[in-house]
């Protein structure tokens, strides 16, 4: 198949990488030309993924009209900010029933759209799809197994686009919960801040495992809210990946939750990580979202106080511990 992805960072890489080594023809493409001078001349990623190296039959570009040239999938693999600007810049060139899968995680702070939202707006006539689950760059260039979802509205887009990515160790399901997914890997990044703060802070295990359970709590209410699956957020695309990215010094959004727990501004955590970090922009919007659904993220406000508001992480966490008495699922019977 001819694959191109959109976005050259450490996911769009990472998977480029791994579509190559499926035997695939991959063009990895990327609107910053320092980044591309870099792949083509050391075919290494040296700032996201220093020592892979990219095969030799990978084009790298940024001639974007090039890229999206009838290619057999288009991987949407830049941060989600940059998704609409992308998604308006090649929908002329994409032909109808193009099959795009998105790939990265995030919620427009304006619209309030996911990012399959925004491309199916914009890019009417193509097929989206996503791609999501506990999966670390820097783990899945190296063949570390992994496991993930893609979620379609067709059966077919979600068993093309598994076809094209499963290998031995990347083991690809289907689900038809698109909105499930989506909020899944954009609100756990907002919950990977709050993780961060806690180690920042210098709290342990007990505090994590109960920020954990809460959060996906929090981030399941609001996705049946919308419309989402529960047992979508029982699976990879919900505690599996929030787990991952609550855990890991791999997660931007749990080291800028860290540096902000030491003491750090957020627009200090931010210029230190110096990467997008996703759930910063999550945060806002799915504030916004618990209040437009009536749905309780308590977590999810504290996170906003201290992000936006000035209010200290300690500050936050103490004011979640002393709310009033609740019953842990208030929908059970006595």
């Excluded at 990467?275 to 979202?289: D, F, I, P, T």
Aim: hydrophobic fraction near 40%; proline fraction near 3%; charged fraction near 25%.
């Amino acid at each position: 198949m001819k694959v191109t992805f959109l976005g050259a960072g450490s996911w769009g890489t990472a998977l480029a990488i791994m579509l190559a080594k499926n035997n695939h023809n991959v063009i990895l493409w990327s609107a910053v030309r320092s980044e591309i001078d870099m792949l083509a001349r050391y075919r290494e990623h040296k700032d996201r993924l220093p020592g892979v190296k990219l095969p030799d039959s990978i084009i790298v570009t940024t001639d974007i009209a090039f890229a999206v040239e009838r290619p057999d999938l288009i991987v949407f693999s830049v941060a989600s900010p940059y998704v609409r600007t992308t998604a308006e810049a090649i929908s002329r060139y994409v032909r109808f029933d193009q099959k795009i899968v998105n790939v990265a995680k995030g919620i427009e702070d304006e619209t309030l759209y996911t990012l399959v939202d925004i491309i199916s707006e914009t890019i009417p006539q193509a097929k989206v799809c996503v791609l999501s689950g506990p999966s670390h760059a820097e783990e899945v260039s190296i063949g570390m197994p992994t496991t993930v979802v893609v979620g379609a509205k067709e059966k077919e887009t979600a068993d093309y686009v598994q076809d094209i990515f499963m290998n031995d160790r990347f083991r690809v399901y289907t689900s038809p919960d698109v909105i499930g997914i989506e909020l899944g890997g954009a609100i756990k990044n907002v919950i990977a801040l709050a993780a961060g703060i806690i180690d920042g802070l210098g709290y342990q295990d007990n505090t994590k495992a109960a920020l954990i359970t809460r959060g996906m709590t929090e981030i399941s209410r609001l996705g049946v809210a919308m419309g989402g699956k529960l047992e979508t957020f029982c699976g990879l695309s919900g505690i599996g990946d929030l787990i991952v990215t609550c855990t890991s010094n791999h997660s931007r959004n749990h080291n800028a939750g860290y540096l902000i727990g030491k003491g750090k501004t957020t627009e200090e955590a931010l210029a230190e990580v110096n990467q997008v970090v996703e759930g910063v922009n999550s945060a806002k919007a799915a504030l916004k979202l618990s209040q437009k659904y009536n749905v309780s993220m308590p977590i999810v406000e504290a996170i906003n106080e201290v992000l936006f508001e000035g209010k200290t992480a300690q500050e936050a966490l103490e004011e979640l511990l002393k709310r009033d008495k609740k019953e842990e699922y208030p929908e059970l019977s006595w």
